[in-house]
């Protein structure tokens, strides 16, 4: 997909509805779904993070959106794909603030080279107990990006025509924080399985997306 093809969709879905818990569930395994359905997440006194799913072109005018692998460290999100973001800090007036300074410390991409589409829904976290904030946003040239070394493995370019294929979406057993050895949905990206919270977000941009190009 060129870019130019995605920046008009960006801007058909910037005033969509958002799809919300159907979209994301669609990422998430049986016995997750049944166990948010019960939760009350206020209850829990989650901490907040937020995150940037964040489009861009490359040097071909290809539409990518750009994830990064984490390090291995002692944490329920170790070694895992997600999305350029982090805990709120006391300096941040509020959560978008928050996407936009942790985009910039963790992949060098500073807030005045994005344009934000809109605010998507709300996912929490159970493991460690966050409630993450994810925005969409856009730069409309090429991006050069510096990752940080102590968070961050490698970056992963994934190309929006493959994150919206049919074959991106995979079932894959694994063990979890919650349950061993299930069927869990993920998306193949890049090679790399992308499961979890990430997934659930992912879902709900790819339903947009997908909403946009009817």
Same mark, same amino acid.
């Given at each position: 997909m060129?870019? /130019?093809t995605c920046l008009r969709l960006l801007s058909k879905i910037s005033n969509l509805p958002l799809p919300g818990k159907k979209a994301q569930f669609m990422m998430a395994p049986m016995e997750r779904v049944k166990e948010f359905s019960d939760l009350?997440?206020?209850?829990?006194?989650?901490?907040?993070?937020?995150?940037?799913?964040?489009? #861009?072109?490359?040097?071909?005018?290809?539409?990518?959106?750009?994830?990064?692998?984490?390090?291995? #460290?002692?944490?329920?999100?170790s070694n895992q794909v997600g999305f350029p973001g982090g805990k709120v800090e006391e300096e941040d007036t509020n959560m978008l603030d928050t996407a936009l300074r942790e985009t910039a410390e963790e992949i060098g991409i500073t807030r005045d080279q994005i344009t934000v589409v809109?605010?998507? %829904?709300?996912? #929490?976290?159970?493991?460690?107990?966050?409630?993450? #904030?994810?925005?969409?946003?856009y730069s409309d040239t090429p991006l050069t990006?510096?990752?940080?070394?102590?968070?961050?493995e490698g970056?992963?370019?994934?190309?929006?025509? /493959?994150?919206?294929?049919?074959?991106?979406?995979?079932?894959k057993k694994m063990s979890t924080s919650y349950m061993d050895d299930i069927?869990?949905?993920?998306?193949?990206?890049? /090679?790399?399985?992308?499961?979890?919270a990430t997934?659930?977000?992912? %879902?709900?941009?790819?339903?947009?997306?997908l909403s946009g190009q009817k």
């Open positions: 060129k870019f /130019d009350d997440v206020a209850k829990m006194n989650p901490r907040k993070a937020g995150v940037m799913v964040l489009f #861009y072109p490359d040097q071909e005018g290809i539409a990518k959106m750009i994830l990064i692998l984490r390090k291995t #460290y002692k944490g329920v999100h809109k605010e998507m %829904s709300v996912t #929490y976290i159970p493991p460690s107990n966050f409630c993450v #904030y994810p925005f969409l946003g990006f510096i990752p940080q070394e102590e968070e961050v970056l992963i370019e994934v190309s929006i025509a /493959d994150f919206l294929a049919d074959e991106a979406v995979i079932s069927d869990v949905p993920a998306f193949l990206l890049n /090679d790399h399985i992308v499961w979890g997934a659930m977000m992912l %879902s709900e941009v790819k339903v947009l997306l």
